[in-house]
């Protein structure tokens, strides 16, 4: 298994353009998450969803949407991009068991000039 | 809102040291989670406390639970520079249809040899 995967690895992005941050998932997980991590700072959630089809809103959601069509992939697309969106993007899944133990990709990092 | 405060943000320790890092609310939590994210990674779950007053160990790193639920420590004994990295506490927040966690803002643990 490859657990969640994410690509790209880095990008360099001119204010204005728009990309989409891929996420995959084998592990059969109902639940996906997007977050952002700052220099120096903790996780905030983009948004999440439930099962495919099902989308919503996190803690920091300006800029950025969602959608899940399938249940291995959760995209996120941010459209417009700005210098604040400069970030390390993190997807993680969980199932349906255990503690809502999540289980993280390695990262987007993305800059915004 | 649920509030995670970890302590300290950072610490710098030479190679042999021990350590304790803590991780505090004012909510009580059902369970909580202790990640690592070693650095360019993603969070890596190091272990899940459930009861009050639970201690759980892996090798050189030692977990509590409060009593009350509220609070959690990380205890490393004998650093080694492989412990680098930042340590996140999280927990499922309180009617959480969508299995979300909330994290701490994390402690930089670097460990000199």
């Known amino acids: 298994n490859a657990g969640v995967t994410q690509t790209p690895k880095f990008r360099i992005l001119k204010i204005g353009q728009s990309m989409t941050l891929q996420c995959t998932q084998d592990?059969?997980?109902?639940?996906m998450y997007w977050y952002r991590q700052d220099p120096g700072m903790g996780l905030k959630l983009i948004y999440y969803?439930?099962?495919?089809?099902?989308?919503d809103k996190g803690e920091v959601p300006n800029g950025y949407n969602v959608s899940r069509s399938t249940t291995e992939d959760f995209p996120l697309r941010l459209e417009l991009a700005a210098p604040s969106q400069t970030s390390v993007y993190f997807c993680?899944?969980?199932?349906?068991?255990?503690?809502?133990?999540?289980?993280f990709g390695p990262g987007t990092r993305l800059t915004v000039l | 809102t649920q509030l995670l405060e970890q302590s300290p943000q950072f610490l710098s320790i030479q190679e042999g040291e021990n350590l304790t890092v803590y991780c505090n609310s004012s909510?009580?939590?059902?369970?909580l989670q202790w990640y690592r994210q070693e650095p360019g990674e993603g969070p890596v779950l190091l272990v899940t406390?459930?009861?009050?007053?639970e201690v759980k160990k892996l090798k050189r790193l030692t977990f509590q639970f409060g009593d009350a639920r509220k609070d959690s420590s990380l205890h490393i004994t004998a650093a080694q520079p492989g412990d680098t990295g930042l340590y996140l506490c999280?927990?499922?927040?309180?009617?959480?249809?969508?299995?979300?966690?909330?994290f701490g803002g994390g402690t930089r643990l670097m460990v000199k040899p």
């Open positions: 592990m059969n997980h109902n639940y």
């Open positions: 993680a899944s969980t199932g349906t068991s255990g503690y809502n133990e999540q289980f």
């Open positions: 999280a927990a499922p927040m309180n009617n959480n249809a969508g299995n979300m966690l909330t």
């Open positions: 909510s009580v939590f059902s369970s």
């Open positions: 969803s439930v099962g495919a089809g099902i989308t």
């Open positions: 406390v459930v009861t009050g007053g």
